[in-house]
DNA sequence: TCAAAATGTACAATATAACGACCGTTATGT
DNA sequence: ACATAACGGTCGTTATATTGTACATTTTGA
């Protein structure tokens, strides 16, 4: 998303402002235009490697300051504040609602799957595994050669390091929750 | 400079090849497109922001990863491999040696100023310090209202949060090497 | 109080990042 | 050996990052 550019905006504003700079004297220090650091700090722009570079080295701040989200100890995500993404037809919706994080290394999603709705996934990254569970309908599970018929709360666990696919067999709507953990 | 377009470059091959993914996959891994990722890899394009986090997020790998350079133990630098920094109608030149380090805090350059040549410095940022000894010709600094005179083979250390100007003020060629120190 | 400088933004021009389609070469498999 | 798919790269087009100039507003200083 474009979040990163928000954080990247606020960061370097919050540092310019602490060390009582204009945006001239940034743009001297850093060799960018001072246009470009207005609309860096406004987020209206997505600077290039090079300036993010030159930024981080004419303040002498380290690349990940800048980069840095400073987490609140509590968050609150509003369903409707969620950006869906969706495919085959639209007969499923993912909703990524905690995306993933360096430090702990899964991410969590809820999906929406629609009766007869498909989701075929790829095989992730080495070591990859899912934890499945089933809140609402029924979901039928195919790992390798395997398959795994789910009802309403039921759960699952899988190595997702090889192709996945998730179906709905019954008439209802299923929903579930799906977490990914990514190891180092 | 582009050096860190090369460092980001390296990265993202190696993690692509450790991983063993194609050109293709990493890009519907991360939303970027094919020709993209590739020119990124070679070293042609500076990623956007925005891409550099659609990268570490469909890599799952950190930020840090992908622009850290992996600093060898041992590390010659060649003077003519310098890029020179020149002003005053050439009359001085700044060599910088050794650039910035986020861990270190600390860079290093040598300096040339002609005769009568004058370099003028800003204020660095606050509770920053400069050390410099001087190697051939003569030198004068000044600092706030004070004035210093240094021969070969003297040295200066001095708060650089002001304003300061140096000035060759004799008929030989002024060599000498200059370090700034970041306080965190 | 008024002129002059400083500060942040708006705008037009240019450089280049990003994309999709196409191409030549290299694996693949039957 | 042949056809096919996979792979990495090139090319032309579009989107946008980046720059310099100009502008409105605020701050400064005497």
Redesign the interface.
Known sequence: M?E??LI?AKNLKMIREK?KLSLEKVS?LCGVSKTMIGQIERGES????????KIA?G??????TL?NNPQPDTEIIIREDVQLLSEDDGRYRVYPIF??Q?DS?FEIYTVEIEREGTLSA?AH??GTEEFIMVFDGELVMRVNEDEYHLKRGDSIRFKADRPHIYRNPGDTLTKLSMTIY?PN
Chains 1, 2 share one sequence.
Not at 46 to 53: A, D, G, K, R, Y
């Open positions: 474009e990163i550019q990247f060390e001297q997505s600077p290039t490697l090079t300036t993010i570079w080295n303040l002498k701040v380290s690349f990940t980069i995306p993933f360096e290394r790829e990254k080495d990514y």
